[in-house]
């Protein structure tokens, strides 16, 4: 490579190339790195090293920690406090930043949780609780669980089961008040563990229950449910919280949101009609009706919404490119044509934009859905950015 330059994909393939390999080896070799910990680390330090790639310290450390996690998984000496210890010991001290300890950690966690040690957990886990939403939940579901099912763990009393219950709920409680992200900490392998969804989700709709008037449980909620596809959540997170913050519009906007995108135009239309009277000032609701309009066979919805959009004075370039995107997705040319050209003469410091919508269907026959759902979707993204409205 000239001066020396690697592409970010070539070392992110070659790195992806030995995790791969060392994985592999750890599934049939578990027993002997127990047995050997520290010689183990040190051959992945040497293939680190030997990479011939460059490798930045983040991504270094990174490695190691998916290292940790996946030796942590398949160990049979994990459940034994003083190895695991002696184990984070060693894979932090491989790194290049040796104080980044969180993932070694948290993976060791992850560990004690799953094979029901949930004091040892809390241990590994209470520096870090405060700083990620998902690494909060799992501490306060570790007193959780000390409540709910108790341990053989040394340390824990039976005297102080209702105090493990008080704990969770006032960690639960902390955590609202602090609001930290998500995927702060929580990465990589432990980000992609499914089974560490379970506790994330408890927690979550178990502080809704505790803390009824905290929001922020349901958008924490709403966010993670999105990320992962996971529908259910994302339902049960908006029933709650149309029912509980009927005044509040981000409710009523991811489920709006969910159902266009799930094809139930007929519901949506129905959120939105719900939206109008709640929120009779907003131009939100009036748009939601506009994008939902263009893809309703008849044309009497989109000439209702587009009446109110004119009643509400809805900024002209975004109506004419309503109107383009109405042509357009009915295949109507020449109108389309028309609507891009007022566009342009009305607008000129939006050409760039014109510009490129004229070059993206310029010529084009048919219109396959992939086109026109890349075309939906850039005017909406743009039309959203000019009426201020919330992204989902």
């Keep these: 490579m000239a001066d020396g330059f690697v592409p970010e994909v070539v070392v ?18 578990a027993e002997a790195i ?27 450390d990174e490695f190691i920690d998916a290292i940790v996690y996946r030796v942590f998984t398949v160990s049979k000496r994990a459940g034994d406090v003083r190895f695991l210890n002696r184990a984070c010991d060693i894979a932090c001290g491989m790194k290049r930043k040796k104080e980044r300890k969180a993932g070694v950690h948290l993976a060791a966690a992850a ?35 000390l409540y709910k099912d108790g341990s053989n763990e040394p340390g824990y009393s039976v005297a102080e089961r209702w105090n493990y219950l008080k704990s969770a709920r006032q960690y639960m409680e902390e ?7 998500l995927q702060r900490l929580a990465r990589g392998e432990l980000e992609q563990d499914p089974w560490l969804a379970e506790p994330f989700w408890m927690m979550i709709f178990l502080a809704t229950e505790w803390m009824p008037d905290n929001r922020w449980y349901l958008e924490i909620g709403i966010l993670r449910a999105k990320q992962e596809n996971n529908t259910v959540a994302l ?9 509980r913050f009927p005044g509040d519009i ?29 929120f009779p000032d907003d131009p939100e609701p009036v748009y939601y ?44 040319r020449g109108q389309a044509a028309l609507c891009l050209e007022e566009f342009r003469r009305k607008y000129p410091s939006l050409n760039y934009y014109s510009d490129l919508l004229g070059f993206a269907t310029a010529e084009t026959t048919v219109r396959p859905d992939g086109v026109n759902r890349a075309i939906f979707t850039s ?14």
């Design 289 to 332: 009706g506009l994008r939902t309009a263009l893809y309703l066979p008849r044309e009497a919805e989109f000439n209702e919404f587009r009446r109110l959009a004119d009643e509400r004075k809805m900024p002209g370039h975004v109506l004419c490119l309503i109107d383009y995107a109405y042509a357009f997705l009915r295949g109507r």
């Design 250 to 278: 981000l409710f009523y906007r991811e489920a709006y949101h969910l159902k266009f995108e799930q094809g139930d135009l007929g519901d949506a239309l129905g959120l939105i009609r719900d939206m109008l009277q709640k």
């Design 111 to 145: 560990k004690l949780m799953k094979i029901g040690m949930p004091l040892a957990a809390a241990a590994y886990l209470q520096p870090y609780r405060k700083h990620d939403t998902a690494v909060g939940c799992w501490y306060a579901y570790c007193h959780y669980i």
């Design 235 to 243: 339902v049960k997170m908006l029933q709650i919280g149309l029912i």
């Design 34 to 60: 127990d047995e050997n910990f520290a010689s183990f680390f040190g051959n992945v330090v040497t293939i680190l090293d030997r990479a011939g790639v460059p490798i930045t310290n983040q991504v270094y």
């Design 12 to 29: 992110s393939n070659r790195l992806e190339k030995a995790k791969a390999e060392i994985f592999s080896y750890i599934e049939s070799n």
């Design 175 to 181: 955590l609202g008040q602090l609001r930290p992200g």
């Design 379 to 392: 005017i909406d993204h743009f039309c959203k950015r000019m009426l201020k409205i919330g992204e989902t």
